[in-house]
């Protein structure tokens, strides 16, 4: 056996190895889709880091201000994102099976779902906003500038389901290159007008916390543009047309659909209870796990770009009745998953003071920055692996079981271990970074707890036999 199959060797569903041919088609396929949508997501990451920045400038009340609509923006979108999963799922099955048009069947009934979505958002989310900034924790001194923003933000939710319904589909045929220019091109906007508008440059009056949001719409609407453009090419692989419902395609969405949902809804309820227990601990230790979920973010764009190439190989693998090679692509994605955060384990355990120092000169802060991002890297190979297996298992339709894992991993048990180690073993060792340490140790047990959950049910084979249409 050569070196490369004994480092990259992977197995079909029979447990045979592939050759080493095929295999290097399977890694350089993989590795196609992926390095658009990792680019994508780690410099949107950045972009958005510089985002937060520019409106930093403001003042203290800006940021909280701006800071308060994102959970709620998050939870109006829980629909609109579990239909783009669906939408993902069903147009790569029918990528392999080679039925373009019912892929493109797909995704004009699921942009005519979303618009309805997109409607109701844009009304509840203008004439709700306060209601919604009460539910966000807003208080006297942030209400009027985050109602005005999430009430401008609202004009962006229609065209912006649409965007990722798009996205989606073009996702599930290994587009990802066009994805990563669409949603670069509306962060850049985004940026370059913050800097026109906020404080007002190139004879622009200053409109602060106002010009934040209308440069963020309008990066949103540039992206939209940029995204029905390409499904309105002539020899494009999807074209718009007015959709014609049947009960296959809509019986496949909601099954997809519907799990993502319940997904989303557990991630929500675990990252509020984790957030409310960190809060409790003290200031210092709260700005110590802000700074570290900024890393941990940046990090795990990578390993979801390669999920992004699992979840479109599986499910391309399956529509071409090819159960060999889902489970291969499921297997060689998981592979570089892990290589991946090895580089990564090791870039951080070298500069891990120096990312600290980034966000904060503050002593205190920095020794629980590090302590805590030592954990991180003892569990950054498990938290990506997961990551890429949930993405594989979503290309075969299989997401009912990635969110019983996330409802029993995120929801009760990450929770539940960061409160015994936030109160009851900090106690027992006061002079310690037990406390701040504790929701990355819950972390770094989630991560290894719902990795070996996915991968057992990745070796069982099952989800090779779901149907969607």
Not at 208 to 217: E, F, M, N, S
Not at 357 to 368: A, H, S, V, Y
Request: hydrophobic share 50%; aromatic share 10%; net charge positive.
């Amino acid at each position: 056996m050569d070196l490369f199959q004994k480092i990259f060797g992977v197995k079909d569903h029979e447990g045979k190895p592939i050759d080493t041919p095929k295999l290097k088609e399977l890694y350089k396929s993989t590795l196609n889709i992926a390095w658009p949508s990792t680019v994508e997501g780690a410099l949107t990451a950045i972009i958005g880091s510089v985002d937060t920045m520019m409106v930093g400038t403001l003042g203290a009340a800006a940021i909280a201000a701006v800071g308060l609509t994102g959970q709620p923006r998050m939870i109006m979108y829980v629909f609109a994102q579990a239909m783009c999963v669906g939408t993902t799922a069903l147009c790569a099955r029918r990528k392999g099976a080679g039925d373009q048009k019912s892929a493109n069947q797909c995704l004009n009934q699921s942009l005519a779902i979303v618009t309805v979505m997109g409607i109701l958002m844009t009304l509840i989310g203008y004439f709700g906003a306060e209601w919604l900034m009460k539910l966000g924790g807003a208080n006297e001194e942030t209400m009027a500038l985050s109602v005005a923003y999430f009430r401008i933000l609202s004009f962006s939710f229609l065209p912006n389901c649409w965007n990722m319904c798009i996205c989606a589909a073009m996702r599930a045929i290994g587009k990802t290159r066009i994805t990563m220019v669409t949603n670069m091109t509306a962060n850049l906007v985004n940026v370059v007008l913050n800097y026109i508008l906020i404080n007002g440059k190139l004879g622009f009056p200053a409109l602060g916390v106002y010009g934040a949001a209308i440069a963020t719409v309008c990066g949103i609407i540039v992206a939209t543009c940029i995204s029905i453009s390409v499904i309105l090419r002539k020899h494009g692989y999807y074209r718009l047309s007015l959709p014609r419902f049947d009960r296959v395609t809509l019986d496949g969405l909601t099954k997809v659909g519907g799990s993502s949902m319940t997904e989303s809804v557990c991630l929500r309820l675990g990252f509020l209870i984790l957030a409310r227990l960190i809060a409790g601990i003290g200031t210092n230790a709260f700005a110590a796990y802000q700074i570290v979920m900024q890393v941990t973010s940046l990090s795990f764009t990578l390993g979801d770009g390669v999920a992004t190439g699992g979840t479109s190989l599986v499910g391309q693998s399956l529509g071409a009745r090819r159960k060999d090679l889902a489970m291969a692509h499921a297997n060689a994605a998981y592979r570089i998953g892990l290589f991946v955060s090895f580089g990564l384990m090791l870039i951080i355990f070298i500069f891990r003071r120096q990312i600290a120092l980034l966000f904060t000169t503050d002593e205190t802060i920095i020794l629980g920055v590090t302590a805590s991002l030592y954990v991180v890297i003892c569990a950054m190979a498990w938290q990506n692996g997961r990551v890429i297996l949930s993405g594989a298992l979503r290309g075969a339709g299989d997401v009912k079981f990635v969110a019983m894992c996330a409802l029993l991993s995120v929801t009760i048990l990450r929770p539940a271990l960061t409160w015994f180690f936030c109160y009851p073993v900090s106690s027992w060792f006061p002079d310690t970074q037990i406390a701040v340490m504790s929701p990355w140790i819950a972390f770094a047990i989630d991560a290894v707890v719902r990795d070996r959950m996915l991968a057992y049910r990745l070796k069982q084979g099952k989800w090779l036999d779901i149907k969607l249409s």
